[in-house]
């Protein structure tokens, strides 16, 4: 196995990504963030496919200078069959599907969402996998899901958004701000100067697993709106407490789920992953859990919570292993199901 490199492949959304993997060890992970996007406000699926045709073929070559090895060396290719973007995930599935019949070696489609979860098994010195079984929650831009991960590849959906992502909750709320896109992460900046009881916004009401968003972006709008009608300088003077009130808000809404899964499930072992993990009010409400309920707690290192191909590649590995490989007739698959 000491002789087992993967190289993994992710082109779902806007990051085009390539990285290499060694025994759960990451040799290397390269990542062009597409900036083309920001202009817009949002991801522009045309311009994305775009982007990863340009970025694909250096993104290898410069995962392969760094992890030091040669095309040859590599054992096999993973990369993103879904969920995603239908033109990107073209671009990734077509280059591996070349590389591998180039090189003759086995070809490995990698479920995104999985890979969200199973990036918890990228060696690491700060942090130890979590135990099966385990509740993953994976919250980013595109995604907010409850798994309960029974095994590498047994895993079930427990509860889902109805509407938007977390991700998404943040990123609007900061664009009625009039902050810039990607706007969570200024949410959390400001947020963190800020009182989070100053405005209380309400939790939308659904099932006990499921998550709803598009009802906080509504409040948020209404609230925006009628303050600073009478006061236009309204956001100015308060954007710490606006931010640190809607982030509180989401955390909290967060927490609640995951309390009402432990309760279901009986597991406390708690592993999130996705671009809204970075968020500091959720990383501290998630260390505070550990003390106040006895849960165990994963996150996992930034670089892997964010769409990366180093979580493909740990896939790749953990499939290679089991002889899961794909057939070269693969298709890509915009949703799709674990
Ligand atoms: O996983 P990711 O990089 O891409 C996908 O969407 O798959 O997640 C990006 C999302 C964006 O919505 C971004 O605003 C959010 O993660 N995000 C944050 C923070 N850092 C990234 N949201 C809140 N607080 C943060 N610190
Ligand atoms: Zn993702």
């Given at each position: 196995d000491k002789n087992i490199y993967i190289l993994g492949i992710e082109s779902s959304c806007d990051d085009t990504a390539a990285a290499v993997i060694n025994n759960g060890v990451v040799l290397s992970n390269v990542v062009a963030t597409q900036k083309i996007h920001e202009a817009y406000g949002g991801v522009v699926p045309e311009l994305a496919s775009r982007a990863h045709q340009q970025n694909i073929v250096p993104v290898v070559h410069e995962a392969l200078r760094k992890a030091n090895i040669?095309?040859?060396?590599?054992s096999a290719i993973a990369f993103t069959q879904g969920p995603g973007l239908m033109g990107s995930l073209l671009v990734g599935a077509s280059f591996s599907k070349s590389f591998a019949l180039g090189l003759n070696i086995p070809l490995i489609g990698v479920n995104h969402m999985q890979a969200h979860i199973l990036?918890?098994?990228?060696?690491?010195?700060e942090q130890a996998a979590p135990n099966f079984p385990f509740l993953a929650l994976t919250i980013s831009g595109g995604h907010t899901q409850l798994v309960k991960v029974?095994?590498?590849?047994?895993?079930?959906?427990?509860g889902e958004t109805l509407d938007d992502a977390v991700g998404e909750a943040f990123d609007k709320s900061a664009k009625i701000l009039g902050?810039?896109?990607?706007g969570g992460p200024l949410i959390d900046k400001y947020a963190q100067l800020g009182?989070?009881?100053r405005f209380p916004f309400p939790k939308p009401k659904v099932g006990p697993l499921e998550f709803s968003f598009s009802g906080l972006k509504t409040s948020v709008l209404y609230f925006i709106e009628r303050e600073t009608g009478a006061d236009p300088e309204f956001i100015e003077k308060n954007r710490n407490d606006i931010c640190a009130s809607i982030q509180a808000t989401i955390v909290d809404y967060l927490m609640d789920k995951l309390k009402n899964a432990v309760k279901k499930t009986g597991i406390k072992e708690i592993a999130i992953g996705g671009?809204?993990?970075?968020n500091s009010g959720i990383r501290k409400a998630l260390n505070d859990a550990e003390k106040s309920y006895g849960w165990k707690t994963y996150i996992p290192k930034f670089e892997y919570c964010t769409d990366n191909a180093a979580m493909i590649a740990m896939v790749g590995e953990l499939k290679y292993k089991q002889q899961m490989f794909s057939s070269p007739d693969i298709v890509s698959q915009a949703r799709m199901k674990f």
């Open positions: 040669d095309k040859k060396d590599v990036a918890h098994f990228i060696k690491t010195e029974t095994d590498y590849f047994e895993m079930e959906i427990i902050l810039p896109y990607p009182d989070p009881d671009g809204v993990s970075a």
